[in-house]
């Protein structure tokens, strides 16, 4: 079967990093995606990883290896904004999107 | 600016009622989604669309149905509503093709069924 691993939930602290992990087992695999979703909202697209390695955007970077089917979502300098779930979803062979539980990450001053 | 709308936020309705969820995307995407999401578990797809009038059921279909009469519309229909639909619907399009085509998502519609 296909299946997204990630933790429920997570807590840290304004101003430092964490790193939010996944692991994907999928029929096939052509990437994997980070969408934010803060309480009551719509997800919105953060990253994207298809080949492995880290990918910098800002204070946000992904990281994929495909061998090890995992990937991690890096927040660095983080603002109370930053509170909100993280979803990783992995697009299969027929190019559909299989999604994890999300991670709430909840931001403390 | 990209954009999808769905027709309302909050809608509370009765067992046995017919229900109708609308969504409609300006950017001329080919892919349509209906996504159902519950506290614990990950966005669940319904129905897609890949086109005009074409249908695809995704994993969880049962108890619904879809219609897609124009590029930019996708309607959700729940024949007789049940508890059990009680949840967060989301909608979402994306181009055609494969690779990396970034979903986009309408704000949600939270659906209380009595």
């Known amino acids: 079967g296909q299946n997204i691993d990630q933790p429920t939930e997570m807590t840290a602290t304004e101003g430092a990093i964490v790193q939010i992990n996944c692991t994907y087992q999928t029929s096939g695999f052509n990437g994997l995606f980070w969408y934010q979703q803060h309480a009551g909202e719509a997800p919105t697209f953060l990253s994207y990883?298809?080949l492995d390695g880290l990918e910098e955007k800002g204070r946000f970077s992904s990281f994929l290896s495909r061998s090890k089917g995992y990937s991690y979502l890096l927040l660095k300098e983080l603002q109370m904004k930053d509170s909100a779930s993280y979803l990783c979803a992995a697009l299969d062979s027929n190019y559909q999107l299989i999604w994890g539980a999300g991670t709430k990450l909840i931001i403390k001053p | 600016d990209v954009k999808v709308t769905q027709s309302s936020r909050y809608l509370v309705k009765r067992t046995g009622e017919k229900v109708f969820l609308e969504c409609v995307q300006d950017?001329?995407?080919?892919?349509m989604f209906w996504y159902r999401q519950d506290p614990g578990l990950g966005l669940r797809l319904i129905y897609f669309?890949?086109?005009?009038?074409?249908?695809e059921k995704g994993d969880i279909p049962e108890g619904y149905s879809v219609s897609r009469e124009k590029k930019e519309r996708f309607s959700l229909i729940l024949e007789s509503a049940s508890t059990n639909q009680t949840s967060m619907y989301l909608c979402?399009?994306?181009?055609?093709?494969?690779?990396?085509?970034?979903?986009?998502f309408g704000p949600g519609t939270r659906l209380t069924v009595l």
């Open positions: 950017m001329d995407h080919e892919n």
């Open positions: 979402a399009s994306s181009l055609r093709g494969e690779g990396y085509n970034e979903q986009f």
């Open positions: 990883n298809v």
């Open positions: 669309s890949y086109d005009v009038k074409m249908k």
